[in-house]
């Protein structure tokens, strides 16, 4: 595969961030707040459907985001796991009813990553300045949820790992395109939690902005670095979420209500 990069294009109305090389047959995509019905604080292409918004909107952007991205097909497919800043993958490799189903069920029980191997059935994770991470294997793909406590837990070269596995592959064969999130400049935290950071990552992950500026980012590229990514193949050029309100949901700037964008893909 080549280099990744990320071009924004504007698709049934609904804004996108994707590589539209469809790298290792996946198509994909980080969405934008714009082109949905829901009403504020929501507006408008809010995807989350555990944010308060009303549940008709949700099903409708839903299915904005998903035409966009030449999906509307195989929508009755989605699997959507309950996101609980854990370090839990769940692979999905059969497009079988009771094989995803269970992998339904075991998503619902509570993950933040998805190994998908199988055509047909496309995944979607919701955020709102936590990281959204897409890695693309020749013929399968993980989309991965990284807020603080997953970064720490490496959850992304978790998810890298099992990728490769799955896919037959060498973790060097992966791409990586980290989504938009709430960037270093507009991510202060505590002394205590940066202090954490610096211990398991080194000074990579803290910037000169003001004393405790933590850059989760540098964190994930040091996890997937290490389990043998090439540094060359992880993608980081999203604006943050925090200062682009306007384009993206952000839980602290907007004072915890809010929509949620997401990470869409499939094979």
């Excluded at 408008?44 to 097909?73: H, I, M, W, Y």
């Excluded at 000169?208 to 670095?225: Q, V």
């Excluded at 050029?237 to 993206?248: E, Q």
Aim: with cysteine; glycine share 8%.
């Amino acid at each position: 595969m080549q280099a990744p990069s990320l071009t924004r294009y504007v698709a049934n109305g609904v804004t996108l961030l994707g590589d539209t090389s469809r790298p290792g047959g996946v198509t994909f995509a980080f969405t934008e707040r714009t082109g949905g019905v829901s009403k504020a604080p929501y507006a408008s292409l809010n995807l989350g459907s555990r944010c308060g918004d009303d549940p008709a909107c949700v099903a409708e952007n839903r299915a904005r985001a998903l035409a966009a991205l030449d999906a509307e097909k195989i929508a009755a497919s989605l699997v959507e796991p309950r996101q609980v800043h854990g370090d839990h993958v769940v692979v999905v490799d059969s497009s079988a009813p009771e094989a995803l189903a269970a992998a339904r069920a075991q998503a619902q029980a509570g993950a933040d990553a998805i190994v998908c191997t199988v055509p047909g059935v496309p995944v979607l994770l919701c955020f709102a300045d936590c990281v959204p991470v897409v890695l693309i294997a020749p013929g399968a793909f993980a989309v991965v949820h990284s807020g603080w406590r997953g970064t720490l837990a490496r959850i992304s070269a978790k998810a890298a790992a099992v990728l490769a596995e799955e896919a037959a592959c060498e973790t060097a064969d992966i791409c990586a395109y980290v989504g938009p999130h709430a960037s270093a400049a507009d991510y202060e935290v505590s002394a205590e939690l940066l202090a954490t950071f610096e211990d398991e990552f080194g000074t990579i992950v803290h910037t000169a902005e003001t004393e405790r500026n933590l850059d989760l980012s540098a964190a994930i590229r040091c996890a997937l670095t290490r389990v043998g990514l090439d540094s060359a193949r992880i993608l980081d050029a999203c604006p943050s979420t925090v200062s682009n309100t306007d384009r993206f949901y952000s839980y602290r700037a907007e004072g915890g209500i809010c929509g949620r964008h997401a990470a869409i893909a499939y094979l």
